[in-house]
Nanobody, 116 residues
Framework: VQLQASGGGSVQPGGSLNLSCAASGNIVSIIHVGWYRQAPGKQRDLVASIYSDSDSTTAYAGPVKGRFTISRDTAKNTVYLQMNTLKPEDTAVYYC?????????WGQGTLVTVSS
């Protein structure tokens, strides 16, 4: 599985960004996909996940609940992370991931900077 992330950038507090992660390869093996983020000097933390079930079950980390929305377009094999009401503490490199039965895949990071 290959993952191509895009959509990072710089935005002022309160602004919005939409990240995309396009998957290719053996995508039928994927159980869930989503995003982690890593701020400077900190560990990489899970942000949001979406499952490959019929309900597209989602999960969010506490700090982003109500502000971020993860979704997927199965026709495009793409997962999106809509980030609203961004805060300076959301500044980080965001990494998309995919979890298959026996393997874990990372996409390249995309930098999100929230600053006035």
């Amino acid at each position: 599985v290959q993952l191509q992330a895009s959509g990072g950038g710089s935005v002022q507090p309160g602004g919005s960004l939409n990240l995309s992660c396009a998957a290719s390869g053996n995508i039928v093996s994927i159980i869930h996909v989503g995003w982690y983020r890593q701020a400077p000097g900190k560990q990489r933390d899970l942000v949001a996940s979406i499952y490959s079930d019929s309900d597209s079950t989602t999960a969010y980390a506490g700090p982003v609940k109500g502000r971020f929305t993860i979704s997927r377009d199965t026709a495009k094999n793409t997962v999106y992370l809509q980030m609203n009401t961004l805060k300076p503490e959301d500044t980080a490199v965001y990494y998309c991931y995919a979890r298959a039965r026996s393997q874990f895949y990372w996409g390249q990071g995309t930098l999100v900077t929230v600053s006035s």
